[in-house]
């Protein structure tokens, strides 16, 4: 089977939360022929120079209060370069909510909310990002013919 990946970056200057949000990555539910490959970063710097080098994510889980560039910071200088990932803004501070929709947020999630709400937006980011390339192959596909 061929499996597609789900590029996901995990972005936190926490190496706890890093590692827990990345065991749970290792089985969260996606749909059939699809798989996660993660990318982690302990700084908003980080990404942003993985970035510049040419690493691309579908989605990116992004800490709003870090050393250097903060959460908000990264996500201006992701979109500025024209990327268009989902952006999941998981963070303990409800500080930034307003501002993560400026950058075109999907979601701004409170890192004390529990896996429930983590499980709920991530199904959807995924739901988001497959469904988009199902539009896009129909759309080439009718195009052509």
Known sequence: MTWKA????????????????LAWLASASL???YRVTPVEASRGDELIRRHRDGERYDIIFLDMMMPGADGMETAAALRASGDDSIIICLTSSPDYAVQSYRVGAFDYLIKTGG?????????KAVAALTSSEEVH?????????
């Open 115 to 123: 896996t429930e709400q983590l499980e709920a937006t991530f199904a």
């Open 31 to 33: 749909p059939p022929g």
């Open 6 to 21: 789900i590029v996901v970056a995990v972005c936190d200057d926490d190496e706890r939360v890093r590692a827990e949000l």
């Open 137 to 145: 192959r129909l759309y080439i596909k009718s195009g052509t013919t």
